[in-house]
């Protein structure tokens, strides 16, 4: 499979990012997806607004969390991200993935690990499908450790091309 085309804000290793991300995704701070999916709106409108035939007509869909986890944090940081972008951007989100079963977060994983433990943990959900038809699709998450879950949910959308996959950070592996 072609590698992930993967656009981001940093590397999570900068103290700065990493502090806000962390804030984001377990500090229950939802209000950051606002700057933080901004600044990723202007990254993708400085890296394909006026290149490789501009953006076209895109849908972002959101790497969704495992219910439990969702109800943990109390919202799914992807989504809202996704909802942020979607509003810079003019593009409609999607919840075209449903996570089918739970999996443990990907950095407590080893390299090898990584995509035994998302391996079909993602499935497309078919009411949701023809939302895709006809547009570019544009993977949301928060964090890109090996790939493999974005390569996992890139699988799941089957015959709907994923353009890109955006995250606020990669970690290392990525």
């Known amino acids: ?3 992930q085309r993967l656009l981001c804000l940093g590397q999570y290793k900068d103290p700065t990012l990493s502090a806000w991300i962390l804030a984001f995704k377990h500090g229950h701070r939802a209000d950051l997806a606002e700057p933080l999916g901004a600044l990723l709106a202007q990254r993708v409108l ?3 607004g006026k290149s490789e035939g501009g953006l076209g007509q895109g849908v ?3 790497v ?3 219910p439990a986890r ?3 944090r109390g919202y799914d940081q992807a989504w809202e991200l996704a909802v942020v972008l979607g509003r810079h951007l003019g593009w409609p989100v999607e919840a075209a993935l449903r996570r089918v079963r739970s999996s443990a977060p990907q950095g407590s994983w080893r390299a090898l690990e990584r995509g035994k433990n998302v391996e079909q943990a993602f499935a497309l959900v078919p009411q949701r499908a ?3 038809e006809g547009r570019d699709v544009w993977l949301v998450d928060d964090v890109s450790t090996s790939g ?3 390569r996992f949910c890139r ?3 089957g015959s709907h091309s994923v353009r890109a996959a955006l995250v606020l950070a990669r970690a290392g592996l990525a």
């Open 64 to 66: 969704p969390l495992h």
């Open 155 to 157: 699988k799941a959308l």
């Open 1 to 3: 499979m072609e590698r």
């Open 130 to 132: 023809a939302g895709l």
């Open 60 to 62: 972002l869909v959101p």
């Open 46 to 48: 400085t890296r394909w």
């Open 148 to 150: 493999e879950t974005l």
């Open 70 to 72: 969702r109800v943990e």
